[in-house]
């Protein structure tokens, strides 16, 4: 076989190569001949939203995470079942606020505008969710794109694949690797804690029925305690939240971690981060170094938005977020 010959073949080969498996994968400029101002739309869309509203921020921030560990990163959790029973009806949703919704929803509007039926429901709540988090002081990166939007949203597939905050450090690493998420991943995803709310019951056993010996969870710091146990007496009404970052609620820094060494820990999913000595260097060095947090929260989010992605012809690009087409 003549060299030319050869090493055509190759590159034949070689091309062949990343077609095939370049169908199967996300990629930063996946919309580049398509949709190239894709970025820049819900960028405009997601500060205008913000500018409204801080609740944007944690909310989208959230509804991503929730959306990627049901059925994948596949925007899944958007659709709207006029039978209550879609995903994001299943009672874990509480407190998905509707503010992520109409974000990605008028997002995708703008985008739609532009460049109608190209870009997914699952790529504009990925791109959103770097854009809150860029907007409220954290860490940029580059979103991988090519999701395709899901075809099965059902709340009864819910249960089961979100953390809950009484988790300890084993169940939430278990949980997470099943994500193909390290430990590691879990602390640096965990830091979105330092913005938001979270409602009073999510906490409430912690404060008043930890146990026989202490009703209050000894791992707080006391007046920490007193001061939640003011924010929701035991009686409080159920739309009644909390700040989980009490210092810097609207800043995306690592004052979660500088916490958690502190025994302000909202959850005891939070406050096991430090009390497990296998996860406590990292909140110590998170806590002592917000770069090296916001590196690892960074990377953490791009595997985040790999979970259990469809790409190719796999699933669909919807039209309406909340609807199949
Ligand atoms: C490690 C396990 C996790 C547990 C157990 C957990 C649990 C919770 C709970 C119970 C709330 C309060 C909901 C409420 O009652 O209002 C909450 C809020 C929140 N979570 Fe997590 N979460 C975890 C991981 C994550 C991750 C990985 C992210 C994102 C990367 C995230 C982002 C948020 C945000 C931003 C809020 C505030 C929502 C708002 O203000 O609307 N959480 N989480
Ligand atoms: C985890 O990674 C493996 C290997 O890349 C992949 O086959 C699997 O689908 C991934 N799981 C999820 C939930 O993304
Ligand atoms: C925002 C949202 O869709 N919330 C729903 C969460 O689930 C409950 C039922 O468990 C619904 O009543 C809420 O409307």
Redesign the pocket.
């Given at each position: 076989m003549g060299m030319e010959l050869r090493r055509s073949l190759l590159v034949g080969v070689v091309l062949v190569v990343v077609v095939v498996s370049g169908e199967a994968q996300l990629r930063p400029n996946f919309y580049q001949f398509t949709c190239p101002k894709v970025e820049s739309i819900v960028r405009q869309a997601v500060l205008k939203k913000v500018r409204q509203t801080f609740?944007t921020?944690?909310?989208t921030?959230?509804l991503?995470?929730h959306d990627c560990f049901v059925e994948g990163c596949d925007a899944s959790v958007l659709i709207a079942s006029p039978r209550g029973d879609a995903e994001k009806d299943a009672p874990d949703n509480?407190?998905?606020?509707g503010?992520?919704f109409d974000t990605v929803i008028k997002a995708k509007q703008a985008v739609e505008a532009r460049c109608p039926g190209v870009v997914s429901c699952a790529d504009v709540l990925a791109i959103a969710?770097r854009d809150v988090v860029v907007l409220s002081g954290g860490p940029s990166f580059t979103v991988e794109l090519g999701r395709r939007d899901g075809l099965i949203s059902q709340a009864r597939r819910v249960a089961g694949h979100?953390?809950?905050?009484?988790?300890n450090l084993n169940i939430?690493a278990n949980?997470?690797r099943m994500n193909n998420l390290t430990t590691h991943d879990?602390i640096a995803?965990?830091?979105?804690?330092t913005?938001?709310?979270?409602?009073c019951?999510?906490?409430a056993k912690r404060l008043y029925a930890f146990g026989p010996s202490s009703p209050v969870d000894p791992s707080f710091n006391l007046p920490y305690a007193q001061l939640l146990m003011r924010a929701c007496p035991r009686d409080v009404g159920p739309t009644i939240?909390v700040n989980?970052d009490p210092f810097t609620p609207t800043v995306f820094d690592n004052v979660y971690y500088r916490n958690l060494l502190k025994g302000e820990g909202l959850?005891t999913?939070?406050q096991v981060l430090f009390s497990n000595l296998l996860s406590r260097p990292v909140v110590k060095k998170f806590a002592a170094d917000q770069s090296s947090f916001f590196r690892a929260f960074a990377a953490?989010?791009v595997k985040?938005g790999r979970v259990g992605v469809k790409t190719g012809h796999q699933g669909e690009i919807r039209k309406d977020c909340t609807a199949f087409n």
């Open positions: 609740v921020v944690p909310a921030l959230r991503f995470f509480l407190s998905l606020a503010d992520g969710a979100l953390p809950g905050p009484d988790f939430l949980l997470f879990m995803l965990s830091g979105a804690h913005v938001g709310f979270s409602h019951s999510r906490f939240a989980m959850f999913s939070d953490s989010m985040l």
